[in-house]
């Protein structure tokens, strides 16, 4: 037996060369530790709301001796109601610009008034008279609060819980009966109201309680102011 040679050494030279020939294969293969996330589910953006448009939202209620308007956000006139108007088409009007239906009531009249049936939104009225009122109307508006909800209620520029003082500056003046001040006076004849007040007026009455404007009454009759 030659020196330094042993029945190992084959085993060593054996496993020395299948080393060499894994290592020059790239090694055994390596399982993969993880597998590839799935594809993340689409992000959903969310539509922006639109703004409403100006035009169509009430901002506010101008009434006048022989008008009311209903006024936008955007000043604009969302429509013009008359005094002469049927009072069902004023009741229609006012339904859809303040979103809600009346309370109704009925009222039994006095000496000096016919029945009517009364259509309220708290504090701005209808007064829908049987008949016709001595203005030849069918119906009156009275009005008890600044604000019905969201939209501003004025009268020739006034509104309920101004001062008197206020009424004056604005034009108002004194009538026959304590507490009521008249302004925006319309001249009429005899045939429209129906009887004989030539030279008189109907107007827009505030009736005042503390100093302060309580309630406006449009139109309502002129008897000698």
């Not at 007064?127 to 909800?149: K, L, P, R, S, W």
């Not at 429209?192 to 030279?199: P, Q």
Request: hydrophobic residues 45%; proline residues 8%.
């Amino acid at each position: 037996m030659t020196k330094g040679f042993t029945m190992r050494t084959p085993v060593i030279l054996l496993t020395a060369l299948l080393t060499l020939s894994l290592t020059a294969c790239g090694g055994a293969p390596t399982p993969e530790s993880t597998f590839a996330d799935p594809d993340p589910a689409p992000t959903e953006t969310a539509t922006p709301t639109p703004e409403p448009d100006p035009s169509t939202i009430v901002a506010r209620v101008d009434v006048s001796t022989l008008s009311m308007v209903i006024v936008a956000a955007d000043d604009s006139t969302i429509d013009e109601l008359s005094v002469y108007d049927p009072a069902a088409d004023v009741i229609a009007a006012f339904t859809d610009a303040f979103g809600a239906a009346p309370a109704v009531s009925d009222n039994g009249g006095g000496l000096e008034t016919a029945p009517s049936r009364v259509y309220d939104w708290s504090g701005f009225s209808i007064i829908d008279y049987e008949g016709q009122t001595i203005m030849n109307t069918d119906f009156i508006v009275v009005i008890g609060a600044a604000v019905v909800g969201d939209v501003q209620i004025s009268a020739s520029g006034l509104k309920i819980g101004d001062p008197a003082s206020s009424a004056v500056a604005a034009g108002a003046v004194a009538t026959p009966f304590p507490d009521y001040l008249a302004i925006d006076s319309v001249p009429i004849t005899g045939a429209s109201v129906g009887e004989s007040f030539e030279g008189l007026a109907i107007y827009t009455s505030l009736v005042v309680a503390g100093g302060s404007i309580d309630r406006i009454v449009a139109p309502s009759p002129n008897w000698g102011v």
